[in-house]
T-cell receptor
C-alpha cells in the first residue's frame, strides 16, 4: 500500500538557517504530493503541492521538487524564521485511492532566535 | 467566512457516552473527509464522502458513523466512547480527485 516516510524530529534551527526536511514515498500509481503545516493549536494548512514528476511546488519561501527517480519530495527553505515553528507533514494522494491523503508522521520544527 | 468549520472545538466526556461532531464547508466542494490525529500527531483517514455517498471507510469500528445530509455537511457520530477514542478529529474537503484538501481546526476529544 501507499506510505510516506519523513525524517524524525524535532528539528531545531537558529533563525536564518537553511532547512531541509526529508520525505520519501511509496505508491502504486502516480500520486500527487503535498506538504501541509500545522501551527500550534490549529488545523492543517496546505503549504505547497506538486502533481507530476519534476514539478516544483513553492510557497512562502518553501520549495519541494517531485523526484520520481528517488521517490522523494524534500522540503527546503533558505532562511527560516521563528514564525516557521510548526509541525510539517508530507502527504500523497494516489489517484487509485479515492483521493485519501496518506500522511507521514510529521516533523516538528523549532526555530530559535 | 471560515471555509471548513467544525463544532465543538473541545469535547470532554465520559467513557460509554455517545457524542457527535459537526462539520460544514462553504467552498462548494464535492468531497469531504474525517481524519483522526493521535497523541503522537499521526494522521489517518477515517471516512470520505463524495456528494453524500460513502467512498472510503478505513477499517474504523462501527461505533463511528458518519452522516452526510448534503454535500456541504459531514457529521461524525460516535457511540459508546472508549478511552482510545481520545484524539483530535479533523474534517476536510476538496474539490475533486487529487486536489488539495482544506482542513478544519479540529475537535479535541478527551475521554475521562
Amino acid at each position: 500500500g501507499d506510505s510516506v516516510t519523513q525524517m524524525e524530529g524535532p528539528v531545531t534551527l537558529s533563525e536564518e538557517a537553511f532547512l531541509t526536511i526529508n520525505c520519501t514515498y511509496t505508491a502504486t500509481g502516480y500520486p500527487s504530493l503535498f506538504w501541509y503545516v500545522q501551527y500550534p493549536g490549529e488545523g492543517l494548512q496546505l503549504l505547497l503541492k506538486a502533481t507530476k514528476a519534476d514539478d516544483k511546488g513553492s510557497n512562502k519561501g518553501f520549495e519541494a521538487t517531485y523526484r520520481k527517480e528517488t521517490t522523494s519530495f524534500h522540503l527546503e527553505k533558505g532562511s527560516v524564521q521563528v514564525s516557521d515553528s510548526a509541525v510539517y507533514f508530507c502527504a500523497l494522494s494516489d489517484p487509485g485511492t479515492a483521493s485519501k491523503l496518506t500522511f507521514g508522521t510529521g516533523t516538528r520544527l523549532q526555530v530559535m532566535l | 467566512d471560515t471555509a471548513v468549520s467544525q463544532t465543538p472545538k473541545y469535547l470532554v466526556t465520559q467513557m460509554g457516552n455517545d457524542k457527535s461532531i459537526k462539520c460544514e464547508q462553504n467552498l462548494g466542494h464535492d468531497t469531504m473527509y474525517w481524519y483522526k490525529q493521535d497523541s503522537k500527531k499521526f494522521l489517518k483517514i477515517m471516512f470520505s464522502y463524495n456528494n453524500k455517498e460513502l467512498i472510503i471507510n478505513e477499517t474504523v469500528p462501527n461505533r463511528f458513523s458518519p452522516k452526510s445530509p448534503d454535500k456541504a455537511h459531514l457529521n461524525l457520530h460516535i457511540n459508546s466512547l472508549e478511552l482510545g477514542d481520545s484524539a483530535v478529529y479533523f474534517c476536510a474537503s476538496s474539490r475533486a480527485d487529487n486536489q488539495p484538501q482544506h482542513f478544519g481546526d479540529g475537535t479535541r476529544l478527551s475521554i475521562l
